[in-house]
């Protein structure tokens, strides 16, 4: 832990973050002189992490499905508990067509879910949190991670409400659903259309809001006691710090599991209402079981 100290003073510099706990890339940083590799790093940090942390998910959830046997194993059984339990979780939303989205869904949890608990692990930071400050480089703060997460959401929610609704039923869909010529005058004169679009445009802007600054508020709780710390024991010039930041992450691991799940049912919402009335019907009468 000797290097904390200098590396959160590179990252508290005027051209810096929002205060979080020191990753590797910061260490980096404080011992990089500026050029075009320390302006890089600086700036695309938070996705340099996501596609670390992607690729680490990607290569467990392999493991964990390689080779299934009639009689499963302790990895099988914890895999195949996993597809049950998202599998009920969204059965009540999507009823029949659970199946046809828990890989969508299911993925999105985990992967968010490993994004907001990678702060947690020595080296990493939660990708979907913190903001660059400095000119361009604030892309490279985790909004551009939720972003990239809810216009994904975005895209598949319209290409399910185009695929099985048809485009000129989801075009009526967007007009308000008018039948009579009375209600297609009403549907013009309030400008319903207009509304209808509106709201399918801030959804993903909610979605990406709501888990950045969720997320950037926790980052900067675990950063903040991370350097008192540091701080409780600068007098004696030792490297190391009373570890603080331990009592927050009770509540980083309880938040970014609420985050992931919020933004997860969500999204299994809007596919819900993406799907044609009949479909909607369908759904009611799985989970209620025909009654």
Sequence with gaps: MSWCPSAWAAESGAAASIPEAPNAITVLLANLPHGVVHDFLHAWE?????????????????????????????????????????????????????????????????????????????GLKSPTGGLILDGSAILSGGFVITAALAVSVFGYVQYTAIRTQGVVRYLHHLMGSPMTAGEWVLCLMTLAPVTHILGELVRPISLALRLFGNVTGDDILLGVFFVLGVLALQATHLPI????????VPLVLLFGFVQAMIFTWLTSAYLKLALPHEEHHAVHEHTTGGA
């Design 46 to 122: 938070n996705v340099i992490f996501a596609w670390v942390i992607a690729i680490a998910l990607a290569a467990g959830l392999a493991s964990l499905s390689r080779r299934p046997s009639l009689i499963p194993q302790r990895r099988q059984n914890f895999a195949e508990w996993i597809v049950e339990w998202f599998e009920s979780a969204f059965i009540s939303d999507l009823g029949p067509q659970t199946r046809h989205f828990l890989p969508f869904l299911g993925t999105l949890f985990l992967y968010i879910l490993a994004l907001n608990w990678a702060v947690l692990l020595p």
């Design 241 to 248: 710090g009373v570890p603080l930041h331990l009592l927050i």
